[in-house]
């Protein structure tokens, strides 16, 4: 029995760019906004700098949710 001719593959000779980032709505909450804002920085900046952008906007999120949890004055 014969094995089928292998036809290579061509790699890809461009790259799409990728697309731009939707802007998020706003949300009227200050910290909110500040911090989805920072996702636009990721469109220009370098890959490797991804990940202490995106840690920074959980942080915020986070803490703001968290927030959320913690009675406020004069409610029970």
């Given at each position: 029995m014969t094995e089928p001719a292998h036809t290579p593959v061509a790699a890809p000779t461009a790259t799409a760019?990728?697309?731009?980032?939707?802007?998020?709505?706003?949300?009227?909450?200050?910290?909110?906004?500040?911090?989805?804002?920072?996702l636009g920085e990721l469109g220009g900046g370098p890959v490797e700098a991804h990940a202490e952008v995106y840690e920074g906007v959980h942080?915020?999120?986070?803490?703001?949710?968290?927030g959320l949890d913690e009675p406020r004055p004069g409610q029970p």
């Open positions: 760019a990728p697309a731009p980032a939707p802007t998020p709505r706003e949300t009227g909450h200050r910290a909110v906004d500040g911090a989805l804002a920072r942080e915020v999120l986070r803490d703001t949710l968290k």
